[in-house]
């Protein structure tokens, strides 16, 4: 096994005063290396969306982490401040929300949005950056990419949205990609396909990717090695098989 792109270390986050619980992750533990695809799974409420939220540190207000490390490059992310958040959201690491018009602005332009996610990393002409959108539509398996980069998010159905939003995240080429249930509202066909695209991104660009879901059977045919979650803990670890 390579070398960890990203590993957490007793990573502890507590809730506000008043919660169900004192902590939504207590000493959750885990690590996923390149070319790797994690898949964390569990019920609702044990703590898969929390942990992603964690390790792009976008926890809401009052919502922190207590103690642990999460180690991605040589840094740690626990103690990164916002400017080095800023250059690792997208450029190293990339999320996928399980609702695209989170990451999709509703009166912007598809190319707007891509550019934009281009230059906030990379500083390359306006035609370069186009390509580089093009390109990324195209690999997700978006028809007509050129029509498709003047059009509103309005304008594509669900599956597409999604398509998009995995594109974007592919766009600063990431060492590392986290799915928070991108699939869940999708049918079954469009689904496949999209779980056979990020497979095949994962193995060509050596990206690693955490899977977050509760669907197993998405997991058996998806995942190298797999966490099970519950309370806010990692219960179980280990390959898929």
């Not at 960890?4 to 996923?32: E, F, K, N, Q, Y």
């Not at 390149?34 to 942990?51: R, T």
Request: glycine share 8%; hydrophobic share 45%.
């Amino acid at each position: 096994m390579s070398e960890a792109v990203l590993s957490l270390d007793g990573l502890t986050v507590r809730l506000p005063r008043g919660a169900d619980r004192p902590h939504a992750l207590s000493d959750v533990s885990s690590s996923v290396a390149s070319n790797e695809i994690l898949c964390v799974v569990g019920e609702s409420g044990s703590g898969k969306s929390m942990m992603a939220n964690a390790i792009m540190r976008l926890l809401p207000n009052e919502v922190t982490i207590e103690r642990g490390r999460m180690m991605f490059e040589g840094r740690d992310l626990c103690a990164a401040d916002g400017a080095a958040m800023r250059e690792v959201r997208g450029a190293g690491i990339a999320m996928i929300f399980q609702d695209p018009m989170m990451t999709l602005n509703p009166v912007l332009r598809i190319d707007t949005q891509m550019l934009e996610a281009i230059h906030a990393h990379q500083k390359l002409s306006a035609q370069t950056a186009r390509d580089m959108a093009r390109e990324a539509l195209g690999r997700v398996g978006i028809p007509s990419p050129d029509e498709r980069l003047q059009a509103y998010p309005h304008q594509f159905s669900g599956g597409m949205r999604q398509r998009v939003a995995i594109a974007i995240a592919l766009l600063n080429k990431p060492e590392l990609i986290i799915c928070d249930e991108p699939t869940t509202a999708l049918d079954v066909t469009i689904q496949g396909q999209i779980l056979f695209e990020m497979q095949k991104i994962c193995k060509e660009q050596n990206t690693a990717l955490i899977w977050i879901t509760h669907d197993l059977s998405v997991v058996a045919g998806l995942a190298d090695t797999l966490s099970v979650m519950y309370a806010g803990s990692v219960v179980e670890s280990g390959t898929v098989a």
